[in-house]
């Protein structure tokens, strides 16, 4: 399961000189196209509201072997979702277009990594591809 949190709908409009000019939807191709590579099947979400990621965190204890989140303004914020990850009991990858710890001092901190087996900042979308390879081989076998 691959979620993504609040203003991730807004990618490639919202700060370009930050995130980049790729959108959301070449976010999803690049997830499709490398889940399909490494033969994986996946669910895509993105959502601006803490109950439904949370909600989708609970559904992925019983449908999904791992779980690949971009909490986006919910990083430093969301005691909650870490709560939720940490009951899910599945390996959780976190992913983070620009690397955090370049930037303001109130994006330093992560709950979730707490919960997290893996995390990759900074490689803007690619990150994404590369969660999927790190989660391939931690649900393998």
């Known amino acids: ?3 993504n949190g609040p203003n991730l709908n807004l990618l490639g409009l919202r700060e370009p000189h930050i995130y980049g ?13 490398t889940a399909e590579k490494l033969g994986l099947d ?15 965190i ?15 303004g919910f990083t430093s914020t969301s005691i909650a979702i870490l709560d939720s ?7 959780v990858i976190e992913v983070h277009l ?3 710890h370049r930037r ?14 893996a995390v990759v900042m900074g490689a ?7 969660a999927l390879r790190r989660l391939k081989t931690l649900t393998a076998g």
């Open 1 to 3: 399961m691959i979620l």
């Open 21 to 33: 000019t790729d959108t959301i939807e070449d976010v999803e191709r690049l997830c499709t196209e």
């Open 42 to 56: 996946i669910s895509f979400h993105q959502s601006n509201h803490e109950g439904v990621i949370i909600d989708l």
């Open 58 to 72: 609970q559904q992925a204890r019983t449908q999904a072997d791992g779980i690949i989140i971009n909490p986006a």
């Open 85 to 91: 990850l940490l009951a899910a009991e599945r390996p």
């Open 98 to 100: 620009t690397n955090i």
């Open 104 to 117: 303001e001092p109130f994006r330093h901190l992560s709950y979730v990594s707490k919960a997290a087996s």
């Open 124 to 130: 803007g979308i690619q990150g994404y591809e590369l």
